[in-house]
C-alpha cells in the first residue's frame, strides 16, 4: 500500500499566478482533505471532498477551489497566489465514516 | 468554534528523561484524538489515536491518556532519546463524523546527547 501520495513536493510561483496541488488517498479511502501548515503553526483545514463533492469547508478565500475525481484522488487549486499562501500544503485521506486521517508527506509551495 | 492549545510550546531535555507534553481543546464534543511527529520541513506522522471510546493508548515509550471531560490529554515520552526531537501536534476530530482534525500549534521537543 502506497499511502498518500502528494505531488509535487516542492513548488515555486511568482505571486498572481495560479497553482495546482494533486493528492492520491491510500487504498480504500474515499474522502479528501486538504491542510495549509504555515511555518511555526498548525495544520489549518481548507476542505474536504467526498463523492466528488465539497462535503465541508474551512475559513479559505475562494482563491482556494479543489476538485475530486472518480478515483478518488484530488487536486487543490490556488488562484491569483499571494506571499502569505506559502505554506506546506497538506492532503489526508480516510474511510467514510469516522475513520481515521492518513497524511501524505505535502507539498512545500513558495510564492515569491 | 473548537481550539486547540498545546503547552509547553518548546521543550529542550537532556537525554534519558521522561518528559509530558500537554494538549487542551475547548469543545469537550470530539471524537477521536490524535498526536503525530513532524520532523523539520516534512509531513506528518502519526503516533498514536485515542478513539472516542478509548481512554489511553501506547506503542513503545509512548503512552497519550484522554479526558474529554476536561478536554485534556497529554502525551507521556519515557526514556527520551536525540531521535525523539521534533515537533509534535495533537489534534482532535469533531462529534460531526467527518474526519476534519483541528490541530495544536505543537510542541518543539529537543532531546540533547
Known amino acids: 500500500d502506497a499511502g498518500v501520495t502528494q505531488s509535487p513536493t516542492h513548488l515555486i510561483k511568482t505571486r498572481g499566478q495560479q497553482v495546482t496541488l494533486r493528492c492520491s488517498p491510500k487504498s480504500g479511502h474515499d474522502t479528501v482533505s486538504w491542510y495549509q501548515q504555515a511555518l511555526g503553526q498548525g495544520p489549518q483545514f481548507i476542505f474536504q471532498y467526498y463523492e466528488e463533492e465539497e462535503r465541508q469547508r474551512g475559513n479559505f478565500p475562494d482563491r482556494f477551489s479543489g476538485h475530486q475525481f472518480p478515483n478518488y484522488s484530488s487536486e487543490l487549486n490556488v488562484n491569483a497566489l499571494l506571499l502569505g499562501d506559502s505554506a506546506l500544503y497538506l492532503c489526508?485521506?480516510?474511510?467514510?465514516?469516522?475513520?481515521?486521517?492518513?497524511f501524505g508527506q505535502g507539498t512545500r509551495l513558495t510564492v515569491v | 468554534k473548537q481550539e486547540v492549545t498545546q503547552i509547553p510550546a518548546a521543550l529542550s531535555v537532556p537525554e534519558g528523561e521522561n518528559l509530558v507534553l500537554n494538549c487542551s481543546f475547548t469543545d469537550s464534543a470530539i471524537y477521536n484524538l490524535q498526536w503525530f511527529r513532524q520532523d523539520p520541513g516534512k509531513g506528518l506522522t502519526s503516533l498514536l489515536l485515542i478513539q472516542s471510546s478509548q481512554r489511553e493508548q501506547t506503542s513503545g515509550r509512548l503512552n497519550a491518556s484522554l479526558d474529554k471531560s476536561s478536554g485534556r490529554s497529554t502525551l507521556y515520552i519515557a526514556a527520551s532519546q536525540p531521535g525523539d526531537s521534533a515537533t509534535y501536534l495533537c489534534a482532535v476530530y469533531p462529534n460531526s463524523g467527518y474526519s476534519t482534525l483541528t490541530f495544536g500549534k505543537g510542541t518543539m521537543l529537543l532531546v540533547s546527547p
Open positions: 489526508a485521506s480516510s474511510p467514510t465514516d469516522r475513520g481515521e486521517a492518513f
